[in-house]
């Protein structure tokens, strides 16, 4: 669906210092009509705020409009409508999303997306507020507030061709970056919390699954943090949520995270022997002890390689991404120390 028109109340979750800082920006810009670019990754928000800077003082309808979905032939029938008989198929009038927009917001997401003569187009209704239909010889009037979002760098397309730059300090008027998740942690819980009261009411979770979410980077950001939970809450047949139940990219997070404090784990071990505890074939008379706290690399190496395939169960996939090299690698290393495992 290209475009969305609807009053409903979003809630931008959180306490850490940059989305405090969101939330007054959102404040100070919901009362005036100055274009707005949010900048920010996939994932974190930029809808939410959006229609929270609309719904400080709402006037009008919000319209959601999907620019990387405008392509084919009937996308500038999408943003500006068309007459009855524009072309095959257009057996009735259509209102475009411009025209639906009058009066209230526009939100144009992912705006890097909109090919450069439907740019030029824009331009102008942005400019002169008046925009024609598809096969129609009269202009038309739409006044709007318009909200644009990117996961792009704009300033570098415009260097490249790909970007109006006019259309760019048309929008760039204020911009507002969105951090990633991963760079504010600390809003976790509370995200957890809201997600789970909106789909796993009664749910709660594990401290091993609770830890693991706390530790990921969460690449897709806020919208995978959702998605994990509808997952999890989907799957689940009790209360309690865990880890055995997160999504794969999580699952393999664990599974790179346990490998690593094994491995330091079993260095730590290695290189804290004391000389008191040496096997028996090690233990000498003063002259013949032969004791060192380095351990020499072929044998660490050795044992990681070891350590990772039991811990894969075998798998030499999965045991070869943990130890950081590739699978080709791993079987000539294994041929190498005679490993048949």
């Known amino acids: 669906m290209l475009a969305q028109a609807e009053e409903s109340k979003p809630l931008l979750v959180g306490q850490s210092p940059r989305i405090r800082n969101v939330l007054r920006m959102v404040e100070k810009l ?17 809808e939410v705020v959006a229609r929270s800077i609309h719904n400080v003082h709402a006037t009008g309808p919000f319209v959601t409009i999907d620019c990387s979905s405008l392509v084919g032939p009937l996308m500038e029938s999408e943003l500006f409508g068309h007459v009855k008989g524009a072309f095959t198929g257009a057996v009735t009038p259509k209102t ?4 639906t927009a009058n ?3 526009a939100f144009f997401d992912e705006i890097g997306e909109l090919p450069l003569d439907l740019q030029a187009k824009l331009l102008r209704v942005l400019q ?36 109006r730059q006019d259309l760019f300090y048309r929008l760039n008027v204020v911009n507002l970056r969105l951090a990633p998740l991963r760079d504010r942690k600390e809003d976790i819980p ?14 709660t979770f594990t401290q091993e699954t609770l830890e693991a979410m706390l530790s990921y980077d969460w690449p897709g950001n806020v919208r995978e943090l959702e998605n994990c939970i509808q997952h999890m ?8 949520l865990h880890a055995a139940e997160l999504p794969s990219m999580l699952q393999n997070h664990l599974i790179v995270k346990k490998a690593q404090a094994l491995s330091v784990a079993v260095g730590f071990q290695a290189l804290s022997k ?3 505890e040496a096997s028996s074939h090690e233990r000498r008379g003063p002259q013949e002890s ?48 005679q490993l048949a495992v």
């Open 30 to 46: 919901g009362r005036c009509r100055w274009p707005v670019l949010l900048l920010g990754e996939t994932g974190t928000g930029k």
């Open 96 to 99: 475009g999303l411009i025209e």
């Open 103 to 105: 009066g209230g917001t």
């Open 128 to 163: 002169e507020k008046e925009f024609r239909p598809v096969g129609s010889l009269l202009q038309k009037r739409s006044d709007f507030r318009v909200i644009a979002a990117t996961n792009r760098d704009l300033a570098k397309e415009v260097e490249k061709g790909t970007f």
């Open 190 to 203: 509370a995200l957890l919390a809201h997600f789970l009261g909106r789909h796993g009411k009664g749910h």
């Open 233 to 240: 809450v989907a799957i689940n047949t009790g209360p309690l």
């Open 274 to 276: 004391p000389p008191g």
């Open 290 to 337: 032969n004791y060192s706290p380095i351990i020499p690399l072929t044998q660490i190496e050795r044992r990681a390689i070891l350590e990772a395939l039991e811990y894969t169960k075998g798998d030499r996939a999965i045991a070869a991404n943990l130890l950081g090299i590739g699978r080709t690698t791993l079987y000539r290393k294994l041929k190498e120390y």
